[in-house]
């Protein structure tokens, strides 16, 4: 803990730090110290840490003065009647914010803040003296000038103001109340010049002043060099203006005041500029802070995260959290919870900020659950939930005396460890034993949910809830004969209960046969039942004793019955049914204690008159624990915190692998169509048609693509395409240039929409055809190695109209004479060439960047008449291997293969085959 001593200076006015409007609804409040009769502040304490630690004063001198923020706001709003005490008058206060034109201040609350305090002043008279208080929300213009402006026509609305937000006009805005006689309370001003009373006598501070608190903490970690950054907004860039003022005049080197907007490019810049600055250690972010939504100091954040700013060569401090109280401790802050990066980039953060209550309300909460409150359930109106445990056939006949005996003795079971039977169900042709619901399944649902975990003290209560369920059972005379963990519940209070008895009593007395379960059913019967023809019918009260025995293996080892050995149902109940290889599960002392081993294998001995009945089991469980109880409450209220923890952490991941779902979606759809297309659509919005001045278009095609087509399996052609698609996808990552379409072997790319970068389109698309034509020179298809693939190219320059087409399957087209002709410049093209239009030559000669070109004969293009082409060969610097051009005969075509390449290659196809066919 560090504490910064503040100097004292006099006041004439009472002085008090209010709680921020922005935190109206906050469940953790702040507190402050104050000095005898509220004259000065003498101590501010701060933790510091790399992340955010809000502080809590404890100096005992000021312990009658330690108010909560709605006392402070009230008695604020008191102080406002000092100069102007009147029996019986109404004063108004006028609260000053940018509560309309800035989003971060629109979502307060202060109308709603300040009705309750004026209603808690008029309904005390120990605070109202007889005067009456009323209140204005009066709105602060994001604009300074307009600000100060408006203020000048405040003068007669109000007899005292809370603010202004904006730094900016504070000196002034202070001059006008002292002309007006208006008391003016501010938080955000940052002139420690306006402190002098006599200059300034009905201005008072909130809050401490902040340039005071940057200076003593500078002062502390030994840093003087600072550099400050704001948004755009007015009110930061003036309180980024002030607070270098100030900090200059305390001798602090400020080496550079900077502003930035929201844009990835302008941060990027605003930060390399300070990464310049020589000694610099501190960077004071003047602008909203992530807590409350700032998205300008998240994008700095994580850029300066990616240029390694963030790796403690740089101390970042936001300035706005010095002027309100945050929660702190067990409060998660979403913004960092999803956003990995941000959490890493959040280390270099230090925050400090006004002080906090010492409990957040999760504390609250477990607190408030410790005492004892008492939170009562309503019941459904449609009933209550019940459990039916049906018998297996469907003619049963009328209720039997047998069965109805049983109902009787069964209905008078009345304990907290037995689930209360209610009756039966006996209609659409069904029987079933009606018990209570428990919300928490079964005990052995409990065991295999992994999401709840269970310490030695909670499973202990488990059990011990069985123990005096089956006590209270066989006090009574009455065998469960088929006790195991799935016959035994857990309601909402995470009692257990033992349900399922009289079962088989029942099947008995209405002649109802029983299906044999399979082999996994009797891994909780004693050996000496299992000997019995029918194991079913057959239960004891040692019986009991020993399914006891098994169920605590489980609850212990949090495992099914003799999961320790690899052995099947069948072979398990072999075992037991024949010793003398005497088959028990193992437990070591890591899962219980000794004296619980100990008792496991009394309960399940081989001789059952030497295991003890349940009177002695309550006995010896009892001092299993030496001496300490099993307290129910305790271990529920740690299973809770344990539960709270382990659904946040489930939460945290669920939420996790959203995101990355998300983000798998938003790739697929921006590979589909352009990120601004994608991110309008996703919206709702409309896409308009866009007109571009100038673009450039590529199209390419196989030469010969029917051919192969022909020579070719579908499926083979499908791969040839993939394969080159994917090389040429490959290459587009390395240029500004967008894929528009493939349409069989065709190849559509354009650069300069949707995102414009003047004239360097041209020299994008002709940087990404030389990629090609080299990658193309050495690609080989699967099924035909030998046979090259040609590719023809067409390069062409113009203007082109941009839009999406379509609801179902959208899709981004291109119109306009532009995307003509570049067609008819591949059409018209040759094998292994790049055939380029004028309109690009000239681009690509004014941009200087050596390429190389050749012209060639005038071309006629199909709807364009004759014109001037050319052959792009190159470029200065450009040194992959380009394909070497086929020389073609005169009329010889150019949009196949040649009969001699196909006469080739029939012949190595039908080679292959007759050697296939020759091998055995």
Request: charged content about 20%; overall charge neutral; hydrophobic content about 40%.
């Amino acid at each position: 803990m560090l504490q910064i001593e503040l100097l004292q200076t006099p006041l004439k006015e009472l002085r008090l730090i209010i709680k921020n409007i922005f935190q109206l609804n906050a469940l953790d409040y702040h507190r402050i110290a104050m000095s005898n009769h509220f004259s000065c502040f003498s101590v501010f304490t701060l933790k510091l840490s790399n992340h955010p630690i809000w502080t809590d004063t404890k100096n005992q001198r000021f312990a009658s003065y330690l108010l909560s923020p709605f006392q402070l706001f009230c008695t604020i709003l008191l102080s406002l009647t000092l100069p102007h005490s009147v029996q019986c008058a109404t004063y108004k206060v006028g609260i000053i914010g940018p509560w309309r034109c800035d989003p971060i201040f629109a979502k307060a609350l202060p109308n709603a803040a300040a009705k309750l305090a004026i209603d808690r002043i008029n309904k005390d008279s120990s605070l109202s003296l007889g005067n009456h208080f009323d209140y204005v929300i009066l709105n602060e213009d994001c604009h300074t000038s307009k600000a100060l402006a408006a203020f000048l026509d405040y003068s007669e609305l109000a007899s005292g103001f809370i603010g202004p937000t904006n730094p900016g006009y504070c000196d002034a805005a202070s001059l006008l109340g002292k002309n007006w006689n208006r008391i003016i309370f501010s938080w955000a001003c940052i002139n420690y010049e306006m402190d002098d009373t006599l200059n300034y006598p009905t201005f008072m501070r909130t809050l401490p002043s902040p340039t005071r608190v940057l200076f003593t903490v500078m002062k502390y970690f030994r840093w003087a060099h600072v550099a400050i950054i704001s948004s755009m907004e007015d009110i930061w860039v003036d309180t980024a203006v002030k607070v270098a003022s100030a900090l200059r005049k305390q001798g602090l080197p400020v080496g550079a005041v900077l502003s930035m907007d929201n844009e990835p490019e302008s941060v990027r810049s605003t930060l390399k500029k300070i990464k310049t600055i020589d000694k610099l250690r501190m960077i004071i972010m003047c602008m909203h802070s992530i807590f409350i939504g700032g998205e300008v100091q998240k994008h700095l954040l994580e850029v300066a995260h990616d240029l390694q700013m963030t790796d403690g060569s740089y101390v970042f401090i936001p300035y706005d959290t010095l002027l309100y109280s945050l929660p702190y401790q067990n409060t998660p802050y979403p913004v960092l919870v999803n956003n990995s990066k941000l959490q890493k980039a959040y280390d270099s953060v230090l925050t400090i900020t006004v002080d906090s209550a010492k409990m957040s309300f999760h504390q609250a909460f477990q607190e408030h659950v410790q005492s004892r409150e008492i939170i009562t359930h309503l019941k459904p109106h449609q009933g209550d939930w019940v459990w039916l445990k049906k018998f297996p056939y469907e003619e049963y006949g009328n209720i039997k005396p047998g069965a109805s005996a049983m109902f009787e003795m069964m209905k008078d079971f009345r304990h907290e460890n037995i689930n209360v039977f209610l009756g039966f169900f006996f209609d659409c042709g069904m029987l079933a034993i009606v018990t209570e619901f428990c919300t928490r399944g079964s005990l052995l649902d409990l065991l295999r949910n992994e999401d709840v975990k269970l310490d030695w003290m909670f499973k202990s209560s488990l059990l011990l809830d069985l123990i005096k369920g089956m006590r209270y059972l066989h006090h009574r005379e009455y065998v469960h004969g088929n006790l195991k963990s799935r016959n035994c519940v857990v309601d909402g209070r995470f009692v257990l209960k033992v349900t399922d008895y009289g079962y088989i009593e029942v099947a008995k007395a209405q002649n109802i046969p029983l299906m044999e379960p399979p082999a996994e059913e009797f891994l909780w019967t004693a050996p000496e039942i299992l000997r019995k023809p029918n194991p079913l019918m057959n239960g004891t009260f040692k019986g009991d004793i020993y399914s006891f025995a098994i169920i605590m293996q489980e609850v212990v080892i949090r495992g099914p019955p003799y999961c320790m050995f690899d052995l099947s149902a069948e072979e398990i109940i072999e075992n037991v049914k024949k010793p003398p290889t005497l088959l028990r599960p193992i437990i070591t002392q890591d899962h219980a204690p000794m004296e619980c081993i100990q008792l496991m294998r009394q309960c399940w001995n081989e001789i059952p008159e030497r295991r003890p009945s349940f009177d002695e089991v309550f006995d010896n469980f009892r001092n299993i624990n030496k001496g300490r109880k099993t307290n129910i409450i305790d271990s529920m209220l740690r299973m809770l915190e344990q539960y709270s923890s382990n659904l946040e952490d489930l939460i945290r991941e669920r939420t996790e692998e959203l995101e990355i779902e998300k983000q798998k979606t938003e790739k697929l759809l921006t590979q589909m169509l352009p990120p601004s297309v994608s991110e309008s659509l996703k919206t709702g919005c409309t896409v308009e048609p866009e007109y571009f001045d100038q673009v450039t278009l590529y199209f390419s095609d196989i030469v010969g693509f029917t051919t192969i087509s022909a020579m070719s399996e579908p499926i083979e052609v499908v791969d040839l395409l993939n394969d080159l698609y994917t090389l040429f996808d490959a290459v587009l990552e390395n240029h500004d240039v967008y894929k528009v379409e493939t349409i069989g072997d065709a190849y559509m790319v354009v650069s300069g929409l949707p995102t414009r970068n003047g004239n360097r389109h041209a020299a994008e698309i002709a940087n990404m055809s030389l990629d090609i034509l080299s990658a193309v020179g050495t690609f080989k298809m699967r099924h035909m190695p030998d046979v090259p693939v040609r590719i023809r190219i067409g390069l062409h320059s113009g203007p082109s109209v941009a839009g999406v087409v379509g609801l179902t399957m959208p899709r981004y087209c291109l119109f306009g004479d532009t995307v003509t002709t570049a067609s008819r410049m591949e059409s018209t093209g040759q094998p292994y060439r790049i055939h380029v239009n004028h309109t690009t030559v000239k681009i690509l000669i004014s941009l200087n960047e050596g390429y190389k070109l050749e012209p060639r004969e005038r071309t006629e293009l199909m709807g364009q008449g004759f014109e001037q082409t050319y052959w792009l060969v190159g470029k200065e610097g450009f040194t992959k291997p380009l394909p070497k051009p086929p020389e073609l005969k005169p009329g010889q075509s150019t949009h196949g293969l040649q009969m001699e390449e196909m006469a080739r290659y029939k012949q190595l196809k039908a080679q292959k085959q007759q050697k296939a066919s020759i091998q055995p």
